[in-house]
């Protein structure tokens, strides 16, 4: 059952994984190019907070309701407005979080991400309940697979009362991990978040400091910044050189349109011959700051993507992999699922290979908002959030994005409203007004059903509370991760399902693809629907070899 799913394909040099959920065909994630693909992980939000059902876990409980906690998220309706996707409890609590974290790191490698840049919240020895994860994280990673590193990233947002010498002797524990990323010289890869808060001689104190420590330890220093206009400041002890980025197209410009623009700094930076590691990203909702950036559905994720690959990045930083409390996540979730991970193959195999990967599979993805940004919330909370400075337009939208082997008509149902557009082969969008109601996308070509993908989130006139973030799914993964065939194709030839629709040129959904998604529209339409859901993608974990 698994080949029908994943066939391994031996290159001359590499591994290609035909998964068919995904429009390209994938480069093995640890194919040997130098163009590194890295994704950052954000120590409070893992698979499973306290090893419970997730029906009744501290995410369902606590961060997904806007009572949760004692009430200290009413003002915004809630902590989180997504999770990941559950996990069932696991027997032997005493491994939970360990195995939980090897199951993350094998979704990363099944996307093509050949490491983590932990980051490092508080001290290793504190008392606080993500000290120990990032120690988790690199030992998790030499049991799954030697070839995955971590790049250490100390958060000097947090790490505010560290002294050179405390930052030496964390930096160094961390380091001593054997999954810890090294240079084949053997310097150790380091990547503050936010390295402009300490100066550079501080970070010059810290790396003398760990030299002359017992673990002679060399570091090759990659600071993340949040202001880059500084940059030529920190060349003489850098590597290379990272900032955390925006999050939306027009703050995501694919030309080089201006002073630190970001096709801009990353040419600055490798004109002084350092290394550039470019912030990838989906959107950016965050209730409890009151603020959102318009991402305009797919297009800051692709602006991103092309920066990163056209633009000629070293490394690409996908930010992030986990924090759900600012809405950035790329790991499968219940509102996402594989999708943005999905969409980003096409870019990692063009960044891995150098050159234009084939389309080999027509996939739909749709994109949508649950609500109108206008929406009054049953739940009413103190203060919604509001546009970030400088974003992209806010504007209530329906997107598609088309990864397709040859032309064809799309058609996209939005409640009582019929959308349609002509798309050729290659990468095609199509943008519509945003409807109440049920949302789904059909491609046609000659009169013929091809491929077809509904939400399985509805738009909701009066939602719970304010949810900015775009629900997001796919033609070729179910709600559970799980790869959905084509009604065209071999691999749904052989299935119960009927498929004598599809050579109509009816824009409703076939009786079999209704029969797919039924029942799903109604069981995800709330936060706190989110925290019950209990689904598992536990079988596409197991296909990465260990």
Not at 13 to 23: D, Y
Request: charged share 20%; net charge negative.
């Amino acid at each position: 059952m698994l080949v029908s799913f994943f066939v391994f394909a031996i290159g001359v040099s590499s591994v290609v994984f035909a998964n068919t959920a995904l429009p390209v065909d994938l480069p093995d994630a640890f194919s040997g190019s130098t163009r590194k693909i890295f994704a950052n992980y954000f120590s409070p939000f893992p698979l499973s907070i306290e090893n419970a059902d997730p029906s009744n876990d501290y995410y369902a409980k606590q961060w997904l309701i806007a009572t949760g906690e004692g009430g200290l998220h009413t003002s915004y309706g809630g902590y989180l407005r997504d999770r990941p996707i559950p996990v069932a409890p696991n027997p032997n609590a005493t491994v939970f979080k360990s195995e939980n974290l090897q199951k993350e790191i094998r979704q990363a490698i099944l996307a093509g991400i050949e490491g983590f840049v932990v980051d490092v919240l508080v001290p290793y020895n504190s008392s606080d309940f993500v000290a120990p994860v990032p120690s988790l994280v690199l030992d998790a990673a030499q049991k799954v697979d030697k070839r995955f590193k971590i790049i250490i990233q100390p958060d000097m947002a947090t790490l505010t009362d560290l002294t050179p010498s405390d930052m030496a002797r964390e930096i160094n524990f961390l380091g001593s991990y054997p999954s810890a990323y090294r240079l084949d010289d053997g310097r150790l890869v380091v990547a503050p978040f936010l390295a402009e808060a300490r100066p550079v001689n501080w970070w010059s104190e810290v790396f003398s400091i760990m030299k002359a420590s017992s673990y002679s330890n060399e570091v090759a220093f990659f600071p993340v910044f949040l202001d880059a206009r500084n940059y030529t400041a920190w060349k003489d002890i850098c590597y290379g050189m990272s900032n955390w980025g925006n999050r939306s197209p027009r703050t995501n410009p694919t030309t080089n349109v201006g002073t630190f623009s970001a096709i801009d700094i990353l040419e600055k930076v490798k004109n002084l011959g350092k290394l550039w590691m470019q912030p990838v990203s989906v959107q950016d909702t965050r209730p409890r700051s009151f603020i959102f950036d318009e991402s305009q559905n797919f297009d800051n994720l692709m602006n991103t993507w092309n920066i990163t690959v056209d633009g000629g990045a070293d490394w690409a930083h996908l930010v992030t992999w986990n924090d759900y409390s600012e809405g950035t996540q790329f790991n499968p979730s219940v509102r996402h699922g594989w999708i943005n991970l999905d969409i980003s193959s096409y870019w990692i195999a063009k960044m891995r290979t150098g050159s234009e990967p084939p389309i080999v599979r027509d996939v739909l993805y749709l994109s949508h908002r649950t609500q109108f940004l206008s929406a009054n919330t049953t739940f009413v909370t103190a203060k919604p959030m509001i546009i970030r400075e400088g974003s992209s337009p806010a504007r209530d939208t329906i997107q598609v994005l088309a990864f397709l082997k040859s032309a064809g008509e799309i058609r996209v149902s939005a409640g009582n409203t019929q959308y349609n557009c002509t798309v050729g082969s290659g990468i095609s969008t199509c943008t519509f007004p945003l409807q109440l109601g049920n949302v789904s996308a059909y491609l046609y070509r000659e009169g013929k059903l091809i491929s077809s993908v509904i939400s399985p989130l509805e738009v909701e006139e009066r939602p719970y509370n304010q949810n900015l973030d775009y629900a997001v799914s796919s033609s070729r993964r179910d709600v559970n991760g799980a790869p959905i065939p084509d009604p065209t194709s071999e691999e749904s030839s052989s299935s119960s399902s009927s498929t004598s629709d599809a050579g109509t040129s009816n824009t409703n959904p076939t009786s079999s693809t209704t029969q797919r998604i039924s029942g799903v529209s109604g069981s995800i339409r709330n936060a706190k629907a989110l925290g019950l859901l209990s689904i598992t993608s536990s079988f596409l974990y197991e296909l990465i070899p260990t």
